[in-house]
Antibody, heavy 120, light 107 residues
Framework: EVQLVESGGGLIQPGGSLTLSCVAS????????MSWARQAPGKGLEWVSV???????NYADSVKGRFTISRDNSKNTLYLQMNSLRAEDTAVYYC??????????????WGQGTTVTVSS | EIVMTQSPATLSVSPGERATLSCRAS??????LAWFQQNPGQAPRLLIY???ARATGIPARFSGSGSGTEFTLTISSLQSGDFAVYYC?????????FGGGTKVEIK
């Protein structure tokens, strides 16, 4: 079964750091584009970052320079390291496969999400 | 960045009726457009990609159309699980951007 399971969320003070993990099953994170998206409480969806199958990365301007996406192919796991966290980073964070797998099909598999709350 | 605008913000429809949702891009995105459904407390679910292709397991009552800057999601006969929030998203150009969502509620 194709599945993504996130973990690592929690309550963190402003300025702090947190690393989210996303374990994939049923496919390889290393051969697909993998993305992170987030959803602030009561708000819409916001794309955060992508790691291409080549290993190159891309970020939304709102997190550029503070967040780092990475993967460990041996563990089939995607990561999001978040530094210098701000109150506006409070959200449910989702990992997702895509938007490119073997073709451009959008974000076709999503995890259940992990909640990050930035507050003192 | 490409701004995605969805309308209406809320759509009130009776079960069994047809729902038509719109999405407009601030610049052309070809057919690189996806639609997602999100129920309360759940992750988004991909419904449509490539503007009109149904994702795996999506019922035929969901259909997408359009290209360039104007897109439509049609739900032909609303069932109970279809009352949810729907988002469009372009993946033509980075950053990926989502519309603000349309909430489909029971009339």
């Amino acid at each position: 079964e194709v599945q993504l399971v996130e973990s690592g969320g929690g309550l963190i003070q402003p300025g702090g750091s947190l690393t989210l993990s996303c374990v994939a099953s049923g496919f390889s994170v290393g051969t697909n584009y993998m993305s992170w998206a987030r959803q602030a409480p009561g708000k819409g969806l916001e794309w955060v970052s992508v790691i291409y199958s080549s290993g190159s990365t891309n970020y939304a301007d709102s997190v550029k320079g503070r967040f780092t996406i990475s993967r460990d192919n041996s563990k089939n796991t995607l990561y999001l390291q978040m530094n210098s966290l701000r109150a506006e980073d409070t959200a449910v964070y989702y990992c997702a496969r895509g938007p490119y797998t073997s073709s451009w099909i959008g974000l076709d598999v999503w995890g259940q999400g992990t909640t990050v709350t930035v507050s003192s | 960045e490409i701004v995605m605008t969805q309308s209406p913000a809320t759509l009130s429809v009776s079960p069994g009726e047809r729902a038509t949702l719109s999405c407009r891009a601030s610049q052309g995105v070809s057919s690189s457009l996806a639609w997602f459904q999100q129920n309360p407390g759940q992750a988004p679910r991909l419904l449509i990609y490539g503007a009109s292709a149904r994702a795996t397991g999506i019922p035929a009552r969901f259909s997408g159309s359009g290209s360039g800057t104007e897109f439509t999601l049609t739900i032909s006969s609303l069932q109970s699980g279809d009352f949810a929030v729907y988002y469009c998203q372009q993946y033509y150009k980075w950053p990926l951007t989502f519309g603000g969502g349309t909430k489909v509620e029971i009339k």
